[in-house]
């Protein structure tokens, strides 16, 4: 059960930071609801994303995301997750870039009514790799491929990414998620700096 609910939180974070040209250093905030059939337990919450551009080459990531989830036995559980990345990127061709990223993860589960005393917390890894390529100047769409361990338990999941630049430096973005343990959905804004 709290290997899907990691999972579901961690995957609502975006995908790796775009190469340069695209957009690379900025702040990035979702709404996002899960969908789990292993276990039947869905959730909802935010999640937050900062980047920053080292070099041309390099950069560096920090996602935290929250999440409660529905009721189920009578009870609720809060999930907070935490990682931070470290990644690369090469430009494919104009406008297509592959980017990969790997890093520390923290989670931190805790229950409320009949769930409580359910309260764990570990640290893991995750590592990522994608493609992302801009369509034309407003459009970036993006797919990922993601693999993060915690818990004892290992879990992978594929992630589209879509963005539309309302202007140079704020942008829409969706995502949808589909992963070993739950499917997640997501909807916000990013910033560029």
Do not use: C, W
């Amino acid at each position: 059960m709290r290997h899907t609910l990691i999972a579901a939180a961690l995957l609502a974070a975006p995908a790796a930071v775009m190469a340069e040209g695209l957009s690379y250093t900025y702040a990035d905030a979702r709404y996002f609801s899960t969908d789990s059939d292993a276990l039947s337990i869905n959730s909802q919450g935010a999640a937050l994303t900062g980047s920053f551009a080292i070099d041309s080459l390099f950069f560096v990531a920090g996602d935290a995301s929250y999440a409660k989830s529905e009721r189920f036995n009578g009870g609720k559980l809060d999930t907070v997750t935490a990682a931070v990345r470290g990644g690369a990127h090469y430009a494919v061709t104009t406008g297509l870039d592959a980017v990969a990223s790997v890093g520390a993860l923290f989670a931190d589960i805790s229950g409320s009514g009949s769930l409580n005393g359910r309260d764990d917390n570990d640290f893991g890894y995750v590592a990522q790799a994608g493609l992302r390529l801009a369509l034309v100047p407003q459009v970036e769409v993006g797919g990922f491929y993601s693999y993060q361990s915690i818990f004892g338990g290992n879990n992978g999941a594929f992630t589209g990414d879509l963005q539309y630049h309302v202007t140079d430096k704020l942008s829409l973005v969706g995502s949808a998620t589909s992963g070993d343990a739950a499917d997640v959905y997501a909807l916000g804004a990013r910033y560029h700096f």
